[in-house]
């Protein structure tokens, strides 16, 4: 009787797998938000599982395991070497037209294209707070850096989303 030895593989798979069935939809929305394509959203979160799967045991062992992979997925997108795609093009499920969208759909795809040229760093602080609703002190920690840091790239992308958004409305005026 030979002795098997204890790879990561066979102690982490099966808590891995159950917390990637359970978080997927998560995850892949937050990648969604901060990538704003489908194909990257997939790769990032992909991308952000493995790294995960990599350090699992650190993972599984972390006060929070949702924040400690959400801190990933941040850190990987904002530090990806791949251009941002800029395109003025919007891919839609429903055509907007066919759609009785309310005021506040309406806004929110007014400022979509805004957002998604933003910098990755004021990007990431705004999905993470305004579409995630996660606090100051949470984005600090998903981002590695310090809540003034969060504070500051937040004002800055908001200043940004304002004045675009004005000069959309001064040139359609």
């Avoid at 937040?154 to 004005?166: G, I, P, V």
Wanted: one cysteine or more; aromatic letters at 6%; proline letters at 5%.
């Amino acid at each position: 009787m030979g002795l098997r030895s204890t790879t990561l593989a066979d102690t982490a798979t099966p808590a891995y797998e159950d917390y990637v069935a359970a978080r997927w939809t998560t995850l892949y929305r937050t990648a969604y938000l901060l990538t704003g394509s489908h194909a990257d959203a997939e790769d990032l979160a992909q991308t952000t599982l493995v790294k995960a799967y990599q350090s699992w045991i650190k993972v599984a062992a972390a006060a929070s395991p949702d924040a400690y992979v959400r801190r990933i997925m941040t850190n990987t997108f904002v530090s990806s070497k791949r251009p941002l795609r800029v395109s003025r093009e919007r891919l839609v499920d429903v055509v907007p037209e066919a759609q009785a969208a309310d005021a506040v759909d309406d806004l929110r795809l007014q400022l979509w294209p805004h957002i998604t040229s933003l910098p990755p760093k004021q990007r990431a602080v705004i999905v993470l707070r305004y579409y995630e609703d996660l606090s100051e002190a949470q984005i600090a920690e998903a981002l590695g850096c310090s809540p003034g840091t969060v504070k500051s790239n937040a004002s800055l992308a908001l200043s940004s989303l304002r004045a675009r958004m004005a000069a959309e409305e001064g040139a359609s005026s």
